[in-house]
Every structure is written in C-alpha cells, then in structure tokens.
C-alpha cells in the first residue's frame, strides 16, 4: 500500500442496507477525513479525526458515522442508505490537521437505488 | 457565514497564460489552498498560502490577499494536460477546509 487507499472503488445499494466504505493510510498521518462530492457543489466534510481515538462531525454528517480505533484506518458507514447519499466519496489525510497537504484517496463511486 | 466562490468554468489556449479567482469568507482564517483534480480522479494539492504575497512553483503560481479575502491561480505555458478542475479551499479558525466548488478550465489548441 501506498498512500491513501480506499474501498470499494464504485458500489450501487439498494435503499435501506448498511454500507461501510474502507479507508486506509500508511503515512502514518494523525489527521483523516471523510468528503462527499456532488456536481456542482464543493467538497463537503462529512465526519473527521485529528487523532486516533478521536471523531468529529463535520458539515453533513447525518446518516454517516465514522470510528478511529487506530492510526491507518478510518470507516464510514451508512447505517441505512438513501438516494440522497449517491455521491463520490473521498477520504483523505494529513500530518496534522493544522494547514498541511492533505492526500486524497481515489475515490469510492456510490449509487444508492 | 462561511463562503468560497470561484468561476464556474474558464477556457483558455494553450501556450497561453490564465488566471483562476477565488473570494473567501471564512469564520477566522488560517490560510489558503489550491487542489488541481482531473475528471474522475482525486485532487491533489497545488499550493498554500498563509501570508500577503505570490508563490511560484514551477509554471503554477499562487497569490493571497488577506485583507481583500482574495487569492488566485496563475498558470503559465499551458499544456493540454492542465486541464482540469481547480479547487480553491480556505481554512477556518479550526483549521477545517471550506471548499469552493471547483473551476473547471478547458484548454483549447
């Protein structure tokens, strides 16, 4: 692994089914970040964690819940899908959460039927 | 409230040089990032900028004005490859990112 990985790359769910969406880093970065993205609109923030053991809500979290019970990998679930959720998803990360680069994994496509 | 605008879209030629505006309202502000995405791939970081001032890096420059909210994009020599969609994004008092949505710039020959 290199970087930022995520899983699946693309998904279609059926409304009412729980989905986690993977999310892995190996930069041993403290800060991780759960976006959505939909045409037309900026990168939204969904849910994020400055530090391992530790979550916060971001912009548009409802519907979502997040855990970070170590420092490589932060899931995203959807407890129970709706349409409104089809989007991309992107997880990112950063050394620190204080104005640093952060990296972009490449993607998860979800399409929620 | 907290606000970033840019262009929607910009067209440009290549070889030519183009300039990408980015207006920012955020509730403190601890700097401001530029993102390049290209259609169906994740972006990636550009630039930083924290105090008054323009950067260069390469072909792609960056500029901040505190004071007037403002910041730009400035790509010289363009290539076909640079096109893209370019994401203007300011940090708030804690350090989360607001982002705009994106100017996508579409380079002709």
């Known amino acids: ?25 190996d930069m041993r970065h403290n800060a991780m970040y759960w976006y959505r993205q939909d045409l ?7 849910h994020y964690s400055n530090t391992a053991g530790t979550t916060g809500k971001g912009e548009v979290p409802d519907g979502y819940s997040v855990s970070r019970a170590n420092t490589d990998d932060f899931p995203l679930t959807l ?10 998803y992107f997880c990112a ?21 | ?20 505006n980015c207006t920012y309202q955020t509730s403190g502000f601890n700097g401001l990032f530029w993102y390049q995405q290209h259609a169906g791939e994740a972006p990636t970081f550009l630039s930083y900028n924290v105090l008054d001032g323009l950067e260069e890096k390469g072909r792609f420059s960056s ?3 505190r004071s007037k909210g403002y910041s730009y994009l400035l790509l010289k020599e363009l290539q076909m490859k640079d096109s893209a969609s370019y994401l203007c994004a300011g940090t708030d008092s804690n350090y989360q990112l607001i982002w705009g949505a994106g100017t996508k710039l579409i380079i002709k020959p």
């Not at chain 1, 407890?79 to 991309?88: E, N």
């Open chain 2, 1 to 20: 409230g907290q606000n970033i605008d840019q262009p929607t879209e910009m067209t440009a030629t290549e070889g030519a040089i183009v300039q990408i």
């Open chain 1, 40 to 46: 037309g609109l900026g990168l939204r923030l969904i």
């Open chain 2, 63 to 65: 500029f901040l004005s």
């Open chain 1, 93 to 113: 990360s950063s050394d620190n959460p204080e104005g640093t680069e952060a990296f972009f994994g490449q993607g998860t496509r979800l399409t929620v039927v």
């Open chain 1, 79 to 88: 407890a129970s899908a709706v349409p409104s959720q089809t989007s991309v």
């Open chain 1, 1 to 25: 692994i290199a970087g930022i990985t995520q899983a699946p790359t693309s998904q279609i769910l059926a409304a009412g089914r729980r989905m986690t969406l993977r999310c892995t880093q």
